[in-house]
Nanobody
Framework: QSQFVESGGGLVRPGGSLRVSCVAS????????VGWFRQAPGKGREGISC????????YYADSVKGRFTISRDNARNTVYLQMNSLEPEDTGVYYC????????????????????????WGQGTQVTVSS
């Protein structure tokens, strides 16, 4: 089954850092735009950072801009999200996703979002920011 496999979540204190990763399994990441989506407790899923196929174009939600960095290593079929200065509001399940069909812009991919349940997703990794 083609999907992402996320890892790297955990419990971290406010102000701390964490890096989450996701590996594409069963498909070549080179061909896809990819993003990180977050679902906080009691809220819907939101796109927090997206990037294009070669990583040259990135988008960040206002809530994480300046603190989070998305990157990708296509040779390793892997996408990363470096999270610094973590806040309790960053708590949630973090998912990797890639749309199988076209998008309009990287910004729209995250903001609308232009990723559906029929696209590539992972099982998610829990990030908890608490003292």
């Amino acid at each position: 089954q083609s999907q992402f496999v996320e890892s790297g979540g955990g419990l971290v204190r406010p102000g701390g850092s964490l890096r989450v990763s996701c590996v594409a399994s069963g498909f070549d990441l080179d061909y896809y735009n990819v993003g990180w989506f977050r679902q906080a407790p009691g809220k819907g899923r939101e796109g927090i950072s997206c990037t294009n196929r070669d990583g040259a174009v990135t988008y960040y939600a206002d809530s994480v801009k300046g603190r989070f960095t998305i990157s990708r290593d296509n040779a390793r079929n892997t996408v990363y999200l470096q999270m610094n200065s973590l806040e309790p509001e960053d708590t949630g399940v973090y998912y990797c996703a890639a749309p199988k069909t076209g998008i309009t812009t990287i910004q729209d991919m995250c903001r609308i979002p232009q990723v559906t349940d029929n696209d590539y997703w992972g099982q998610g990794t829990q990030v908890t920011v608490s003292s």
